[in-house]
């Protein structure tokens, strides 16, 4: 996804009812690259919930992972997402595992505007692939003999649990950052209580560039 020149909006004007809006999705869909324009944009903070978890183990998640398990991280993830929705209202980036317990899927669900950025199995291996940070601080999830078999096998129990709570889905490949947001922004100026309309137009509709 590329940069191009959005414009800082009024928080307060553009979120609903002064709810956080919450980013999901698999790895490699955008969600922390989105997530801090769109925080920008709004005029607000970002609670990237992995990054909390790092600053606070003082290990990366991959770290955590191996030298504590993944329930362990789960338990961290948990509460990192119950200090974020309690924070005063912004963009909150969730790990794509987040939504695995239920717990966490009722509390961003009613956090406030869940917005799904979703990519194509090409286009998450892409991204993964290009950032060198993937390797050393993003852990193997499953016992898939390649990259491509793990996405799919990850993409296929993670994304029924997305759209259960998404009330915006967005289609990432091939979109600029900043039609995202503009995208996201103008769900929530639907969902404001003056703005009318339903949150899933246009946003939902995912337009290709």
Request: charged share 25%; proline share 5%.
């Given at each position: 996804?590329?940069?191009?020149?959005?414009?800082?909006?009024?928080?307060?004007?553009?979120?609903?009812?002064?709810?956080?809006?919450?980013?999901?999705?698999?790895?490699?869909?955008?969600?922390?690259t989105v997530g801090r324009a769109l925080a920008q944009h709004l005029g607000c903070e970002l609670h990237d919930t992995d990054e909390a978890i790092q600053a606070e183990a003082?290990?990366?998640?991959?770290?955590?992972?191996?030298?504590?398990?993944?329930?362990?991280?789960?338990?961290?993830?948990?509460?990192?997402?119950?200090?974020?929705?309690?924070?005063?209202?912004?963009?909150?980036?969730?790990?794509?595992?987040?939504?695995?317990?239920?717990?966490?899927?009722?509390?961003?669900?009613?956090?406030?505007?869940?917005?799904?950025?979703?990519?194509?199995?090409?286009?998450?291996?892409?991204?993964?692939?290009?950032?060198?940070?993937?390797?050393?601080?993003?852990?193997?999830?499953?016992?898939?003999?390649?990259?491509?078999?793990?996405?799919?096998?990850?993409?296929?129990?993670?994304?029924?649990?997305?759209?259960?709570?998404?009330?915006?889905?967005?289609?990432?490949?091939?979109?600029?950052?900043?039609?995202?947001?503009?995208?996201?922004?103008?769900?929530?100026?639907?969902?404001?209580?003056?703005?009318?309309?339903?949150?899933?137009?246009?946003?939902?509709?995912?337009?290709?560039?």
């Open positions: 996804m590329s940069r191009g020149g959005s414009r800082p909006g009024s928080g307060a004007a553009a979120r609903a009812g002064g709810a956080h809006v919450v980013l999901i999705g698999h790895r490699g869909a955008g969600k922390s003082g290990r990366s998640i991959a770290e955590i992972f191996q030298q504590d398990g993944e329930a362990a991280f789960r338990d961290l993830e948990s509460e990192a997402i119950r200090r974020a929705v309690a924070r005063p209202a912004g963009v909150i980036s969730v790990g794509g595992g987040a939504l695995l317990r239920p717990a966490n899927r009722d509390l961003l669900r009613e956090a406030g505007l869940c917005v799904w950025l979703r990519a194509s199995v090409e286009e998450h291996g892409r991204r993964l692939a290009a950032d060198p940070c993937s390797a050393t601080l993003r852990p193997r999830l499953t016992d898939a003999p390649a990259a491509r078999a793990e996405l799919e096998q990850l993409l296929a129990q993670r994304e029924p649990l997305y759209a259960a709570i998404a009330s915006v889905t967005i289609q990432t490949d091939g979109r600029s950052v900043d039609t995202i947001v503009a995208e996201i922004a103008s769900a929530l100026r639907l969902r404001a209580p003056d703005g009318g309309g339903a949150a899933e137009a246009p946003a939902a509709r995912g337009r290709r560039e």
